[in-house]
T-cell receptor
Framework: AQSVTQLGSHVSVSEGALVLLRCNYS??????LFWYVQYPNQGLQLLLK??????LVKGINGFEAEFKKSETSFHLTKPSAHMSDAAEYFC????????????FGSGTRLLVRP | ETGVTQTPRHLVMGMTNKKSLKCEQH?????MYWYKQSAKKPLELMFV???????ENNSVPSRFSPECPNSSHLFLHLHTLQPEDSALYLC???????????FGPGTRLTVL
């Protein structure tokens, strides 16, 4: 079975500070991993995805994530937070042998202080 | 219209009402999904349609009834709902050969 754990339901950073959102996964087979962002009153938008190519994945809006198999982690980072980054972020995992099933974490709300 | 659209965006209904949620995708995808997003809970996959056939039904109560008349449209028919069914209902679509899903803006449902 697969699962995703996002540590911290809320993360607060100052504008310009490093953003680090944590995601750990559990999977018995090689996974695909995703980060999605949800702005208020909107659906989920894909930030980036890992599909077994490069372990460091660059996404939109300056975000990146590193796949670490030994730590079963896929943490999301951004060097400098902007006010516009305030949103809810979801990590998700799927099996490489499954074409459609995504398992989502419970989400982390990012607050950016001026 | 581009991407995935959902109507209505907001819906308030009584427990005895019958209503339907509509999703339309303009991306040429062949798989469509319904998710339920409740406060403080992970997204729950409800139904998956692939090439207009239902391939996943995650123990969803029968008061929720999906319909996929073609690859561009997905409906969720609602009847005799309970207050705990109040949530954001998200539709998504994807190509058949990819698990990258594209989401609509959701319908905020309130059951009184």
């Amino acid at each position: 079975a697969q699962s995703v754990t996002q540590l911290g339901s809320h993360v607060s950073v100052s504008e310009g500070a490093l953003v680090l959102l944590r995601c750990n996964y559990s999977s018995s087979v090689p996974p695909y991993l995703f980060w999605y962002v949800q702005y208020p009153n909107q659906g989920l938008q894909l930030l980036l995805k890992y599909t077994s190519a490069a372990t460091l994945v660059k996404g939109i809006n300056g975000f990146e994530a590193e796949f670490k198999k030994s730590e079963t982690s896929f943490h999301l980072t951004k060097p400098s937070a902007h006010m516009s980054d305030a949103a809810e972020y979801f990590c998700a995992v799927s099996r490489m042998d499954s074409s459609y099933k995504l398992i989502f974490g419970s989400g982390t709300r990012l607050l950016v202080r001026p | 219209e581009t991407g995935v659209t959902q109507t209505p965006r907001h819906l308030v209904m009584g427990m005895t009402n019958k209503k339907s949620l509509k999703c339309e995708q303009h991306l040429g995808h062949n798989a469509m999904y319904w998710y339920k997003q409740s406060a403080k809970k992970p997204l729950e996959l409800m139904f998956v349609y692939s090439l207009e056939e239902r391939v996943e039904n995650n123990s969803v109560p029968s008061r929720f009834s999906p319909e996929c008349p073609n690859s561009s449209h997905l409906f969720l028919h609602l009847h005799t709902l309970q207050p705990e069914d109040s949530a954001l209902y998200l539709c998504a679509s994807s190509p058949l050969d990819s698990n990258e899903q594209f989401f609509g803006p959701g319908t905020r449902l309130t059951v009184l």
